[in-house]
């Protein structure tokens, strides 16, 4: 048994760059007081700073010399620092958050560790309540009778759902998003095609024009543009913004530092991070949708099948019977589907009942990420299940809304009017959405 690993890549290294790179947004630094300009750099000894830098690495304050070295570009040490800081919290018993950072690192000493993490919290959660000291006597020669095993409190498992064949054809619309959330920052497509964003933005979305769609990853910001090219801006730490070359493409989606693309042909392009090989789709066909996590990206096809790709676990997910699918989603282990009539199906882990979709009806849009899902009725009202973080306890309470998009800390809805709301955890400014007017509503 694997404990599942948590989906936010918080690697804070790529978290200080994209904002020193990004200047907020390309605007200028936001002043510390209202009506004071933002004062003028000092230029001071590169040397120095290293110097001070390294001090405070010495000093274990890991975080503070992770930000001085980002500022002198060292991405060596900046990453170096957030290894030292997850080593830090992993003999401090702090596992979960450890493995948020050892997640985010590729060499092979912090996989390993992020799967000592993993094992070390799956002792704590099938240690007994209480232990007894093992016995001192010889070992019988006859076995003795056999005892029941305590019971393993491991990942709970959506069960294999039988579903009603449906006859379905694709009516040759593609998703075309005018709301985008990420765990960082949120970003609207509005009625003349230019973008806002709020929160961290990651790089200069200004000078977008005449977008039909748009997409956000952890520190990275994507629109298609009308002609079938596509921009994107912010980190591009693992090549997820290298999609200038991209053409013909109908729809976009991203994740984490993953970046995705469908052509007319329904062919699919990537670019960006590969993990478990989830962008091995170069096979995949008449695909008219897509969405994914940070281990895998599922697809929809025009016959309302679905394909994945990436690190599955096979007595886990079951997609292959699925039919009449016509929109896909997906959270932390958990992959959903939207059928033509209107219900929804669900596998993976199950864990807060982030699977419990079976009484869904008539549904028109869905969204999951993290531990959660939400739907969106034909009446505009929205249901909700999962909710580990409270990211979609308010949910329940939006009503006319027409599209949403959810974060594993978040939920953010369009309305019919073109304003925006939103619930969960605002920590990076990212849900202050109802400053947004006049959002594109979906054609």
């Given at each position: 048994?694997?404990?599942?690993?948590?989906?936010?890549?918080?690697?804070?290294?790529?978290?200080?760059?994209?904002?020193?790179?990004?200047?907020?947004?390309?605007?200028?630094?936001?002043?510390?007081?209202?009506?004071?300009?933002?004062?003028?750099?000092?230029?001071?000894?590169?040397?120095?700073?290293?110097?001070?830098?390294?001090?405070?690495?010495?000093?274990?304050?890991?975080?503070?010399?992770?930000?001085?070295?980002?500022?002198?570009?060292?991405?060596?040490?900046?990453?170096?620092?957030?290894?030292?800081?997850?080593?830090?919290?992993?003999?401090?018993?702090?596992?979960?958050?450890?493995?948020?950072?050892?997640?985010?690192?590729?060499?092979?000493?912090?996989?390993?560790?992020?799967?000592?993490?993993?094992?070390?919290?799956?002792?704590?959660?099938?240690?007994?309540?209480?232990?007894?000291?093992?016995?001192?006597?010889?070992?019988?020669?006859?076995?003795?009778?056999?005892?029941?095993?305590?019971?393993?409190?491991?990942?709970?498992?959506?069960?294999?759902?039988?579903?009603?064949?449906?006859?379905?054809?694709?009516?040759?619309?593609?998703?075309?998003?005018?709301?985008?959330?990420?765990?960082?920052?949120?970003?609207?497509?509005?009625?003349?095609?230019?973008?806002?964003?709020?929160?961290?933005?990651?790089?200069?979305?200004?000078w977008w024009s005449d977008l039909v769609s748009i997409a956000v990853g952890d520190f990275h910001s994507v629109g298609l543009k009308a002609d079938g090219t596509v921009v994107a801006a912010g980190s591009n730490y693992y090549g997820q913004c290298d999609v200038s070359e991209w053409k013909d493409i109908v729809a976009v989606a991203a994740h984490a530092f993953t970046t995705v693309g469908i052509r007319a042909d329904g062919t699919v392009v990537t670019a960006g991070a590969n993990e478990g090989g989830k962008c091995d789709v170069a096979d995949w066909t008449d695909i008219v949708d897509v969405a994914l996590s940070e281990n895998f990206i599922v697809g929809a096809r025009a016959d309302g099948t679905v394909v994945v790709s990436g690190k599955l676990k096979e007595d886990i997910y079951f997609v292959e019977h699925w039919t009449g699918i016509v929109d896909v989603a997906v959270g932390a282990g958990h992959i959903v589907g939207l059928r033509a009539d209107g219900t929804v199906v669900a596998t993976g882990y199950n864990d807060d009942g982030r699977c419990d979709v079976s009484e869904w009806t008539d549904i028109v849009e869905i969204a999951a990420a993290g531990w959660h899902t939400v739907g969106i009725q034909s009446d505009g009202t929205m249901v909700s299940t999962g909710n580990k973080w409270d990211n979609c306890s308010n949910v329940s309470l939006f009503k006319d809304a027409v599209a949403v998009e959810a974060t594993p800390i978040s939920t953010v809805i369009l309305k019919n009017d073109g304003t925006v709301r939103a619930t969960g955890t605002n920590k990076y400014n990212q849900l202050y959405v109802t400053q947004f007017k006049g959002v594109r509503l979906p054609e």
């Open positions: 048994m694997k404990y599942e690993n948590k989906p936010i890549r918080i690697l804070m290294v790529l978290l200080t760059l994209a904002m020193l790179c990004s200047g907020c947004g390309g605007k200028d630094p936001v002043p510390t007081h209202p009506g004071e300009t933002a004062p003028s750099q000092t230029q001071e000894d590169p040397a120095a700073e290293e110097a001070a830098a390294r001090q405070l690495l010495e000093e274990g304050k890991f975080l503070e010399a992770a930000t001085a070295f980002a500022e002198l570009g060292m991405t060596d040490q900046v990453l170096l620092c957030h290894y030292e800081r997850a080593c830090q919290l992993q003999a401090a018993g702090e596992y979960e958050q450890a493995m948020l950072i050892f997640d985010g690192m590729d060499h092979s000493d912090a996989q390993d560790r992020l799967q000592q993490c993993i094992d070390s919290l799956l002792v704590q959660e099938t240690l007994p309540a209480e232990t007894t000291q093992p016995s001192t006597e010889p070992a019988e020669t006859e076995p003795p009778a056999e005892t029941a095993a305590p019971e393993e409190t491991g990942p709970v498992i959506a069960p294999v759902v039988t579903l009603e064949d449906i006859s379905y054809q694709w009516d040759g619309s593609y998703d075309r998003q005018s709301i985008a959330a990420g765990t960082f920052h949120t970003a609207v497509r509005l009625e003349d095609g230019s973008v806002e964003a709020i929160g961290i933005v990651p790089g200069n979305t200004e």
